[in-house]
């Protein structure tokens, strides 16, 4: 039977191909037509270089680098708690959040809510890196903060629309399906967040799903052509606290990238 967290990688997850019409798409740079257009009226632009895989390692926050929490890739911790032990090695760690790349949401229009559970949630979507924060001390069983940044090109500034314009519209919640299992995302709100950032848009939501109900609270920041996702979740009714420090620092961070 899955763990806390393996439904809540599956109830998180969804689609590409979602978040594809909704960031734009058919021609040959994944965009529609007019929409750099679109972004000059608005005063937004993608700029910066897309980063590489290795670039996107060096700008990702560090171990040492935030005190008062470890930083490990994802799936460390569950790398150390099976290595000896008898059992399923693939099952994940309870503590431990993990995106997942397939899934339906029923409402097209809250697609882009789901940012905080997708490997690569916008269409042109070119490289991405993780990590898992841990606090050092006063760890609560069923939390866990992670930060994913996503170098693109082209897509970022729709996602950040999109997702302003979707958080009040879907406030009543919707339902999402994945492997043959649904959760319902509830209690859809803005939330406070300040970051550095080009844009910033953060929100709250519930997921309940088969015996689980799941506290989230995300922080999505643009910086120029790279996207950088913060999520805290917990199982307790209360998502993991965002340390403003870990905005900043990563944030200072991917700026010199």
Known sequence: MRNKASRLRVFLAVPALLLAAACGGGSDSGEEPGAEADRARNGLKESGPVLSTAQLEKAIIAEGELKGFTVEPPGAAEEDETEGEEGDADEPSEAEWRPAPKAKADR????????????????????????????????????????????????????????????????????????????????????????????????????DGKDSEWALKVVVARAGSTVAVFVGSGADGKPADLPQSLLDKQLAKLAKA
């Open 108 to 207: 097209a229009e809250c697609a882009s809510i789901l940012v905080a559970g997708v490997e690569r949630p916008i269409k042109d979507t070119r490289n991405v890196t993780r990590r898992t924060l841990r606090p050092v001390a006063g760890a609560k069983p069923g939390q866990s903060v992670s930060v994913a940044l996503l170098a693109t090109r082209g897509g970022s500034v729709e996602l950040l629309r999109d997702l302003k314009a979707a958080v009040p519209k879907c406030a009543d919640g919707f339902e999402v399906s994945a492997e043959g299992e649904t959760s319902r995302y509830s209690e859809i709100s803005p939330a406070d967040a300040h970051t550095t950032g080009d844009e910033t848009m953060a929100y709250t939501a519930t997921v």
